[in-house]
């Protein structure tokens, strides 16, 4: 690759990444709103302990797809 592709893909790859950023902030602010305390983390950790205790209505072969 050239220096000029090179930082083409560096320009895209930055934009797709604040998207997302702002994508997770967005998200994350919700759950907030929605009485995650803690946001994502909180929702991870409670859909962590949902799966540990066998309480997910998904068998594994599904949640693998």
């Known amino acids: 690759m050239t220096k000029t ?3 083409k893909k560096i320009a895209l ?6 998207q997302l ?8 602010n919700l759950m907030r709103l929605l ?3 803690e946001g ?3 929702v991870k950790a409670t859909a962590q ?3 540990d205790k066998g309480l997910s209505p998904y068998d594994e072969t599904e949640q693998s797809a």
Do not use: R
């Open 5 to 7: 592709q090179l930082l």
């Open 13 to 18: 790859l930055e934009s797709v990444n604040d």
């Open 21 to 28: 950023s702002t994508e997770v902030s967005y998200v994350d």
């Open 35 to 37: 009485g995650f305390s």
């Open 40 to 42: 994502l983390a909180t």
């Open 49 to 51: 302990e949902i799966v």
